[in-house]
């Protein structure tokens, strides 16, 4: 039993110091290895979002038609930057009736009644009949000029360039004002109240773009956000998709929207008709100008036509008609365009695209 006693005494007296230094001495690099590991992991989260926000810019962009390259899929022998006439007279287009389509969207737009004494002067100018066609996409409205079954038609910003390159399309004119000026700015707009003030502040929230082939509803801002800012989707803030202007702007208003890039004509033109109380929003940001939606026409056109339609658009009076409702009071009559001046900033931002995409199908693929 001693002898017991002796033993569990021996162990006892042997049991280790819990000393100050002994504890740092085991403590102190679990601690270090820890702290190691947490910005390790830190520091690969961020990695990893980043790649993840110029993998989004990749598949965002992935099925729409922007140009990769700014090359022409027609002839430019005058360096115009747009499809020349073909060559082989046999490829001009004199169809009986002429189809006109103004932007595409999935929201509702500018309907037929809009443009009801345009295409009726048309008609009167050319001989030829006249049809209004709306379509609820891009892809649907480029394959139909492509086509040869659409002849007029009007674009937005965002996608001239690649209208131009890839369908032939021919910028003519834009809508402008009394003064002969047209423009329009893109603006960030918040609802009033909102704790975002300036572009920074959007870091950690949710951005309503509109539709991937706009300008001002979301490759400028973008670029924007991206180049100033180095705020990249995804990364650094969420979005999603309106489907057009209008949405984004009333979706604002109504504080279902965080925050949302909108071109400042259509803003203004929803205010004017008080759909909207001004005062409901906020604008964060305006852009420098840009040209609004353009009307042109399919470049195999017949020359003819194509000068009587021009001749048309340029000329017609907007008093008292249904383009001058629609679109008053930001724009009064058709202003000629010059697309190779005119839309050299769009072509910039269009390239910043077009080599996030690059970029983000690069590191998909693991090259």
């Not at 403590?27 to 702290?35: C, D, F, M, R, T």
């Not at 190691?36 to 962009?61: I, N, P």
């Not at 010059?338 to 900033?345: E, G, H, M, T, V």
Request: aromatic share 8%.
């Amino acid at each position: 039993m001693s002898g017991m006693n002796s033993g569990a005494t021996t162990s006892g007296n042997c049991r280790p110091s819990h000393s100050p230094g002994r504890v740092l001495s085991v403590v102190l690099p679990v601690a270090i290895i820890g702290l190691v590991f947490y910005w390790w992991s830190k520091g690969l989260e961020e990695r990893v979002r980043g790649d993840m926000a110029v993998t989004v810019l990749s598949r965002m962009f992935s099925a729409q038609p922007l140009p990769a390259s700014g090359t022409m899929a027609f002839a430019d022998a005058d360096n115009d930057l747009v499809a020349d006439l073909p060559a082989d007279q046999t490829k001009l287009a004199d169809p009986q009736t002429l189809v006109f389509s103004y932007v595409a969207t999935e929201e509702a737009g500018p309907g037929e009644e809009a443009w009801t004494e345009l295409l009726e002067a048309i008609k009167q100018k050319t001989g030829k009949e006249t049809k209004f066609l709306h379509y609820n996409t891009a892809d649907e409205q480029m394959k139909a000029l492509q086509e040869g079954e659409l002849h007029i038609v009007g674009v937005n910003t965002g996608l001239v360039q690649a209208a131009v390159e890839k369908f032939g399309f021919v910028p003519l004119c834009t809508f402008g004002r009394d003064d002969g000026s047209w423009g329009y700015t893109m603006e960030f707009i918040v609802p009033a109240g909102s704790s975002i003030r300036k572009l920074s502040d959007i870091k950690g929230h949710k951005v309503m773009f509109t539709t991937l082939d706009s300008n001002s509803g979301c490759k400028a801002p973008l670029v924007l956000l991206k180049e100033q800012h180095n705020l990249l989707p995804e990364r650094d803030y969420t979005i999603a998709f309106s489907q057009g202007h209008e949405s984004s702007i009333k979706g604002v208003a109504a504080k279902e929207f965080e925050v949302a890039p909108v071109a400042s004509d259509v803003l203004a033109r929803i205010a004017e008709k008080n759909e909207i109380d001004p005062a409901s929003v906020v604008s964060i940001y305006k852009s420098e100008r840009f040209p609004p939606a353009t009307l042109g026409y399919a470049h195999n056109l017949a020359p003819a036509l194509r000068e009587a339609i021009g001749e048309t658009l340029l000329g017609f009076e907007w008093k008292e008609t249904g383009l001058a409702k629609e679109f008053g009071p930001e724009a009064a009559k058709f202003v000629a365009v010059d697309y190779k001046n005119d839309w050299a900033n769009t072509r910039r931002i269009d390239q910043v695209i077009a080599e996030a995409r690059k970029a983000g199908q690069t590191k998909t693929n693991g090259k």
